[in-house]
């Protein structure tokens, strides 16, 4: 099966704009989650969808939303862009198992604000 | 923020040596996991133990998880220098969403 896959993989933005990142889990996986990682913070959670409704989300301001589609890909926005946000954004999707939680992660877009 | 602190942050050793890297958590786990990431990218899962298995291998790595002290180690035996890259722990509460909370990550070197 091909992996989780992420685009684009690197963006520059400045501040003040808005950016959407998109995510394809793997085939027949219906959980996507978004997390955020960056030196000084490390790797934070920032939502997961399943079946298109979020299902548990982390504690991000509310300029970070996502959605997911029918066909479970997911794309995460991000609003009024501030230099924080600069970090490497990672997608993982996992099967319907609910009880062994492992997560297929993407290679990540690097988000670089200016 | 982050479950827990791993340690050490940084690690190098020589090829064929023996790593450890130590994970601990605050809050009650239904799993630990252990992750590798290389270089900025993406994560690879390389185990799972859950809360009632106190060891468990897979290949050259062996995890140990204590939820008395609420801890867990991973042993990476006969290191090469492929193994060099960041190893995170991830914890997951109770509950059917998929939230991972991850350590701060030790940093693996293996020199030849």
């Known amino acids: 099966k091909a992996g989780v896959t992420q685009t684009p993989r690197y963006l520059i933005k400045t501040r003040g704009q808005q950016v959407t990142l998109s995510c394809s889990p793997i085939?027949?996986?219906?959980?996507v989650s978004w997390y955020q990682q960056t030196p000084g913070q490390g790797l934070q959670f920032l939502f997961e969808y399943f079946s298109e409704t979020q299902r548990n989300k982390g504690n991000f301001p509310g300029r970070f939303s996502g959605r997911q589609f029918s066909n479970s890909r997911s794309e995460m926005n991000v609003s009024t862009l501030e230099l924080g946000d600069s970090a490497l954004y990672l997608c993982?999707?996992?099967?319907?198992?609910?009880?062994?939680?492992?997560?297929?992660f993407g290679p990540g877009t690097r988000l670089l604000v200016l | 923020s982050q479950q827990g602190e791993e340690d050490p942050q940084a690690l190098s050793i020589q090829e064929g040596e023996n790593a450890t890297m130590n994970c601990s958590y605050k809050?009650?786990?239904?799993?630990l996991q252990w992750y590798r990431q290389n270089s900025g990218r993406g994560l690879v899962h390389l185990i799972l133990i859950r809360s009632n298995e106190r060891e468990k291998h897979s290949g050259r790595l062996r995890v140990t998880l204590d939820t008395s002290k609420k801890s867990s180690s991973l042993l990476i035996t006969a290191s090469r220098a492929a193994d060099t890259a960041s190893y995170f722990c991830?914890?997951?509460?109770?509950?059917?969403?998929?939230?991972?909370?991850f350590g701060t990550g030790t940093r693996l070197q293996v020199t030849l």
């Open positions: 085939s027949g996986h219906r959980s």
């Open positions: 991830a914890t997951d509460g109770t509950g059917t969403a998929s939230k991972l909370t």
């Open positions: 993982a999707s996992s099967p319907t198992d609910r009880v062994y939680k492992t997560q297929y």
């Open positions: 809050t009650s786990i239904n799993n």
